[in-house]
């Protein structure tokens, strides 16, 4: 399973035949709410070209502990409620969680000749979100398992 | 109105994602991710230019916070890394993350040169 699409996934395969309008209509509804919630907290908590983004920081780490969380419990229910994965995994998380902010502030603090801060924001998200998408994973596979006993 | 333009982008780039890696599953298998790869490289390309141009607020919100935003993740990259640890070892899931990471700046810096070439 992929948060996205997995096309060796029969179902994921099928839905967009099946359901155009209520997948994409899933996917972009939770985009939206989960963009705004993205520019809420990035406008609540700005930063300047070479300081830390910890806004953005912060989501991208948020949005890969729930994800990894999602996908175990759907997972475990053999992909959950059809809409469940594009509008929470696609829409919700995707729209959420942004790499293109994650790129463009790495480059923006180097050009503000901020290059430490630029190499700390690298590493910390790429081995944070590996890190919180593992433990999402693992979590909520832990209590998914005491909850069936 | 800033709201609006983030939703409206938004409402476009989540889409976009996901149609994005159905045609690129489709064409080069789901081995390897290279679907979020492509849309997390676009994305990252357009944001460049937005910063680079600088776009006014307008554009910056519908265009960078909505339409990049939403088109580019970090949710599905992540786990997409996890899965490939899991299935494939660990240097398709380094070469994965890494390499998206490489190819996201390249891009980002390639739309800001761009953008302030041109502009």
Known sequence: MDPDVDLRVPRDRRELAAHPVAVLGAIAAGGVLGALGRAGLQAAFPHAPAAFPWATFGINLTGCLLIGALMAVLRARGGGPPLARPFLGVGVLGGFTTFSTYAVDIHQALVAGAPGTALAYLAATVVGALLAVWAGDALAGRLLVRGSR | ?119
């Open chain 2, 1 to 119: 109105m800033t709201v609006l333009l983030v939703a409206l982008g938004a409402a476009v780039g989540a889409p976009l994602r996901y149609l994005t890696d159905r045609a690129v599953q489709a064409r080069f298998g789901a081995a390897f991710p290279w679907g979020t790869l492509t849309v997390n490289m676009a994305g990252s390309l357009v944001l460049g230019a937005v910063v680079g141009l600088p776009a006014g607020p307008a554009v910056t919100a519908l265009v960078g916070t909505g339409f990049c935003g939403a088109l580019t993740t970090w949710s599905t990259l992540s786990y997409e890394t996890l899965r490939l640890a899991r299935e494939g070892g660990r240097l398709p899931a380094l070469l994965n993350v890494l390499g998206s990471v490489a190819a996201g700046l390249a891009a980002a810096t390639a739309g800001y040169a761009l953008a302030r070439a041109l502009g």
